[in-house]
């Protein structure tokens, strides 16, 4: 990697840092309370260990097969590195994900949560989960669909399924609402406000506190750290667009 890259990664980092800042402080609430994710799908090892290297803790991958590849880089990094599994998980990439990875962001079917709690069994480890909800109930995307700031029943019954296995620590919701135009942001804020309704309302039924909030994205994480994310996901706008 060109040292070039690096300054560029610095400079848009440090300008994340102050937006999500000023966004905080903005609707009165600490910064420290968000978590900046660097997401890095498609990208080389040599962009994750930039930007371990900047002191980004928390990294997010989409493809299992992908992130074996790039491991070495997780396997020498600080014990403060945390490694996020953002994306659809095939079944059989389940015992990878249970393996090598510190969160698994997108649990989005009670059949990926059974086998991967199984999984985490075998290897003697409790992995903190959030589970994905579709706010804008697309059929491109997964997670239980959600209707405004209703959710369905399949949804509590397998949620109470989930809630009894013993290697998954729930520990909050994520959402990937529909893609938006940096300046159309504004209109995703409903679907940030939905999913925030939603975590008040399973906590108030369930006697539960989960607080994480996972949610938004290099064009909209403004809108959602307003709206009250504790976790941005920012891919494009930090390390550029990604590769193909
Ligand atoms: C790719 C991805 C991101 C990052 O999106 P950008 O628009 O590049 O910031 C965030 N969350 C999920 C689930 C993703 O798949």
């Known amino acids: 990697m060109m040292m070039t890259d690096k300054n560029v990664i610095q400079t848009k980092l440090s300008e994340i840092k102050q937006n999500i800042a000023e966004s905080a402080l903005k609707s009165g609430r600490d910064p420290d309370a968000i978590r900046l994710m660097a997401v890095t799908k498609t990208k080389p090892a040599e962009t994750v260990q930039t930007l371990i290297d900047l002191g980004v803790t928390e990294i997010g991958e989409n493809y299992p097969d992908e992130t074996l590849e790039k491991r070495a880089v997780f396997d020498a990094a600080p014990e403060t590195v945390r490694l996020n599994m953002i994306g659809h998980c095939q079944s059989r990439k389940i015992k990878i994900v249970a393996e090598l990875f510190d969160c698994f962001q997108s649990l989005d079917s009670l059949e990926t949560g059974l086998k991967l709690n199984q999984a985490l069994r075998k290897n003697g480890k409790v992995m903190p989960v959030l589970i994905e909800l579709n706010v804008g109930a697309e059929t491109s995307k997964m997670g239980w669909p959600l209707d405004g700031a209703v959710l369905t029943e399949q949804f509590y019954s397998d949620f109470e399924k989930l809630q009894t ?59 959602a750290i307003e709206e009250g994310a504790t976790c941005v996901r920012i891919g494009t706008s930090l390390v550029g667009p990604r590769e193909k």
Not at 171 to 177: D, F, I, N, Q, V
Not at 199 to 206: I, S
């Open 165 to 223: 296995c013993s290697q998954l620590k729930i520990e909050g919701l994520m959402t990937l609402p529909p893609f938006t135009e940096v300046e159309n942001a504004e209109d995703n804020r409903r679907y940030f406000a939905n999913l925030r309704n939603v975590l008040e309302q399973l906590n108030v039924r369930y006697g539960t506190r989960m607080h994480e909030l996972s949610m938004g994205t290099s064009n909209d994480y403004r809108v």
